[in-house]
């Protein structure tokens, strides 16, 4: 059923009001469009910690732990100025974090730690450091 509509354009029942002139296609073309800008903007602004400046150091620090936050700490301790036998007790209890944080890694990839409590114990001994 066709009739003509206010603007004297041939119009379909059928079809919404606003796909005779084209308005919807162009407000949804532009909708796209920023959508597809905001993802290639939203994928290169997030990069975050897989991305390769973040894990291959370039700027010439070496990083003591493997364990980001491991480092965090580390680096707030070297801040702080504490003494050097505080200063070695703190790098060995890191240490020893560090090499079991990664062996629960490997546990939990396996399924060993099925009821968490190894991540509970490692929790606490990060919260004693």
Known sequence: ML????????VCCGSS?????????????MKLRC?????CVGVGAMAGKYSRDVNEPGDGQPVEFRIAKLNQVWEKAKRMQLSPVRQAELHSDIKIQEK????????????????????????RNFNDV
Do not use: H, I, M, T
């Open 100 to 123: 079991d944080e990664l062996q629960w890694k490997k546990l939990k990839v396996e399924g060993l730690d099925e009821n968490g409590e190894k991540e509970a114990q490692l929790r």
């Open 35 to 39: 959508l597809v800008v905001a993802l």
């Open 3 to 10: 009739f003509l509509g206010k603007q004297s354009r041939l």
């Open 17 to 29: 009001e606003y796909s005779p002139d084209g308005r919807l296609r162009v407000v949804l073309r």
